[in-house]
């Protein structure tokens, strides 16, 4: 049996990845899409290394696929993607995909943007005018705490120098209209790891949240193909 690892993004829930584990489903294959909490202090100070709190809530995860499964794959969105890098070093996957990574060569920056473009976005979304994108990231606002940042910066640190151990099959999906993750980080990513097997498709008309924009049927069909699933 083939088990599939879904992990959602930072303020998200697995509702994230929802078409694609839909799609998964109706192949048969046996999914697990855990929800990664911070276990820690939730007020604006947050312990050094709370990072590891959203990890273990994956890993837990994997380990039970691994009991069961022939062969895993691991489709990671956005801080989710980072999580992926993380796991596929430390246990057997067979194949990777990464949606939206934010990953780029100063975290700093990217930490800073996505505080300014969360502030930018919701200034202009109003609850007669809000797209279900903007909708969307209103919910998310609403979970959003600052010391979160500190932890998110921690795990693109940590993830970083992974990225040359990563060997197994491996595509990447990213929006050319990101207002999180500059599409760069995706062509970043692309060259640094280190397998000889990978693929970097950039969507034109998509930004962050992949799976709730315009395009999300080309991304299902990027992950079918991929993947091997049958539509």
């Known amino acids: 049996m083939k088990g599939y690892l879904l992990l959602h993004g930072f303020a998200g829930s697995p509702e994230?990845?929802?078409?694609?584990?839909?799609?998964i489903k109706n192949d048969g294959g046996l999914l697990r899409c855990p929800a990664l909490t911070l276990q820690g202090n939730r007020k604006l100070r947050v312990k050094s290394g709370d990072w590891e709190d959203w990890v273990a809530s994956a890993e837990s995860s994997l380990i039970q696929l691994q009991d069961v499964c022939s062969q895993i794959h691991v489709i990671g969105f956005s801080m989710g993607s980072l999580i992926s890098v993380y796991l596929v070093t430390r246990f057997k996957v067979d194949r990777l995909v990464l949606m939206s990574p934010p990953m780029t060569a100063n975290p700093q920056e990217f930490v800073k943007g996505m505080a300014q473009s969360l502030k930018d976005q919701l200034k202009r979304a109003s609850s007669s005018t809000s797209t279900p994108y903007l909708k969307e990231l209103i919910r998310r606002a609403s979970r959003f705490q600052l010391g979160y940042l500190t932890q998110f910066h921690e795990l693109i640190d940590e993830v970083e120098p992974l990225l040359e151990k990563v060997t197994v099959p491996t595509l990447i999906l990213h929006g050319e209209k990101d207002d999180f993750a500059h599409?760069?980080?995706?062509?970043h990513i692309y060259q640094q790891l280190g397998s000889s097997e990978k693929k970097l498709v950039y969507l034109?008309?998509?930004?962050?949240?992949l799976c709730k924009d315009q395009e999300v049927d080309q991304v299902i069909k990027e992950v079918e193909d991929f993947l091997g699933l049958h539509s």
């Open 16 to 23: 994230d990845l929802a078409p694609i584990a839909q799609h």
């Open 183 to 187: 599409p760069n980080g995706a062509r």
């Open 204 to 209: 034109p008309k998509s930004r962050h949240l």
